[in-house]
């Protein structure tokens, strides 16, 4: 069993930057590979990131890419998600998920397993 609990989320205006974390429970967190997903209201939830178990590699939505880092540390059991260059559409709750590492299908939320309460992320223009 994985408990996750995501942090970091705020007001940001348009432009600026903030740093998410996802702090995972249990001692299988190095063999898991984490994602981030965002709902907004009224949407589906959304893949936003991914990495593998390793760190070695990493997967992101076009919407994202070039502005979103996605990284872990795999001794402190924690997942960061930077975004920069924020925009009013990313606004919506973010939520950190994890799932045994396949090697596949990292941007499919059906195959993720544990998921985290979410934080909020609000971009004004």
């Not at 600026?16 to 974390?21: A, E, H, K, P, Y």
């Not at 924020?86 to 990292?106: M, V, W």
């Amino acid at each position: 069993q994985v408990q996750l609990v995501e942090s970091g989320g705020g007001l940001v205006q348009a432009g600026g930057s903030l740093r998410l974390s996802c702090a995972a429970s249990g001692r299988t967190f190095s063999t898991y590979a984490m994602a981030w997903f965002r709902q907004a209201p009224r949407k589906e939830r959304e893949f936003v990131a991914a990495i593998n178990w390793s760190g070695g590699s990493t997967y992101y939505a076009d919407s994202v890419k070039g502005r979103f880092t996605i990284s872990r540390d795999n001794a402190k059991n924690i997942v960061y998600l930077h975004v920069n260059s924020l925009k009013p559409e990313d606004t919506a709750t973010y939520y950190c998920a994890a799932r045994g590492d396949t090697g596949n299908n990292y941007g499919y939320r059906v195959f993720y397993q544990y998921w985290g309460q979410g934080t909020q992320v609000t971009v004004s223009s």
